[in-house]
């Protein structure tokens, strides 16, 4: 149990679809995150929010949008994916943006048909 | 290329083994991770470092900086070591926290 807890663990949606993944920490961190992991590729970043306010967008196409209402807790809406965004999607959160320790959540195993 | 590479890709080991796995990176950094991703693909930090030396039970992470190279080490292994260790760059800037991640060591541990 590292503190960050991302639910669903598990999501099938239909290319129409618009659906929300969930992140929360009460660790105190200043910083969430999100990155995307594809199979049998490394782990890619995909949004920093540092204090709530978004530092870092890693030329993710629109149809993902993140949303980060408070410190605690982080969304990413999801809406018109492709079967290629398929794909772990980790959370993670850290006290600071560099120099620090991330702590990461178990992760939403999402699949687009 | 990647800017972090990793080796080896898979290690198949024999419990009780001592086990090595090598990452090199080939930016300015001012920190590099390792981590442990377990089946499910919960992932949990084991070490961060920016230079020296760290041992946290029967693991231990080293770094060199001139020769931009990690290693971390895994005494007595056990089939619970069983995972996927990545490691990952934290490159120098002072906005934003990009970390650089490997394509990660599968490890399989038998007992």
């Known amino acids: 149990e590292t503190g960050v807890t991302q639910t669903p663990r598990h999501l099938v949606m239909g290319m129409t679809n618009k659906k929300s993944l969930k992140c929360e920490q009460h660790?105190?961190?200043?910083?969430m995150y999100w990155y995307k992991q594809s199979a049998k590729k490394p782990l890619e970043l995909m949004f920093v929010?540092?204090?709530?306010?978004?530092?870092e967008n890693n030329s993710v196409p629109s149809r993902f949008s993140p949303e980060c209402p408070n410190s605690s807790h982080l969304f990413l809406h999801l809406h018109t994916l492709q079967p290629e965004d398929s794909a772990l999607y980790l959370c993670?959160?850290?006290?600071?943006?560099?120099?620090?320790?991330?702590?990461f959540g178990q992760g939403t195993r999402l699949t687009v048909v | 290329k990647n800017e972090v590479e990793q080796s080896p890709q898979n290690l198949t080991a024999q419990e009780g083994e001592f086990i090595t796995i090598n990452c090199s990176y080939s930016v300015g950094i001012s920190a590099l991770h390792w981590l442990q991703q377990h089946p499910g693909g919960g992932i949990v930090s084991l070490f961060m470092l920016s230079s020296g030396k760290k041992k946290h039970g029967r693991l231990i992470a080293t770094i060199n900086i001139q020769e931009k190279h990690s290693s971390l080490h895994i005494t007595a292994s056990h089939p619970r070591d069983s995972a996927v260790y990545i490691c990952a760059v934290e490159g120098v800037q002072t906005s934003g926290s990009r970390l650089t991640f490997g394509e990660g060591t599968q490890l399989t541990v038998n007992p």
């Open positions: 929010y540092n204090f709530k306010e978004q530092t």
């Open positions: 660790l105190g961190h200043n910083a």
């Open positions: 993670a959160s850290s006290k600071r943006v560099v120099n620090t320790e991330a702590f």
